[in-house]
C-alpha cells in the first residue's frame, strides 16, 4: 500500500490517512480481504505517531470500511461496503457544499464544478472496473 502524506498540510494527518485509504479501496488498488498493515507497522513506516494510525483505522472501521481484529490484524472489509445511508449522503451534501462555496468564491462556474465532480468519480469508477452500488 503506497501512501504519501503532507506533513505541512492544513489536513489533520489522520484525515490524510482515511482519505488515502477510501480512494484506495474506491480505486480497487485495495481490495475486499486485504491486509493493511499493522499500527505500528504503518506508523513507523510513515514516521507519524501510532496513535494518529490507530484514529484513522478505527473511523474506517465504524465506517464499515475496514475490519480490525486481534490476530488477524486489520483487513479490508471481505464481507462487501457498506451501502448508501442517509448519514452516509447528509455527510456527502457537507462535504460538496464546502467544496461548491469555495469554487463559487473563486468564480468557478457551476458546469465546470459539475464536469469536474464527474471526471473524478468516472476515474475512480473506471480504475476498479466499471462497478457501481
Known amino acids: 500500500m503506497f501512501i504519501e502524506l503532507d506533513l505541512q498540510s492544513e489536513t489533520p494527518i489522520y484525515t490524510q490517512l482515511v482519505d488515502q485509504i477510501v480512494e484506495g479501496i474506491a480505486s480497487g488498488a485495495l481490495r475486499p480481504g486485504d ?15 501510532l496513535h494518529t494510525v490507530n484514529k484513522a483505522y478505527n473511523l474506517l472501521k465504524q465506517e464499515g470500511l475496514l475490519q480490525v481484529h486481534r490476530k488477524k490484524g486489520v483487513i479490508v472489509q471481505p464481507d462487501g461496503m457498506p451501502g448508501v445511508t442517509e448519514a452516509f449522503e447528509e455527510k456527502l451534501r457537507r462535504q460538496l457544499r464546502s467544496l461548491a462555496a469555495a469554487a463559487a468564491v473563486r468564480g468557478m462556474a457551476e458546469e465546470v464544478f459539475a464536469q469536474e465532480s464527474r471526471s473524478v468519480y468516472r476515474e475512480m469508477i473506471t480504475n476498479r472496473g466499471g462497478e457501481q452500488r
Do not use: F, H, K, V
Not at 491486509?35 to 505517531?49: K, M, Y
Open 35 to 49: 491486509r493493511l498493515p499493522s499500527i505500528r507497522s504503518l506508523a513507523e513506516d510513515l514516521g507519524i505517531n
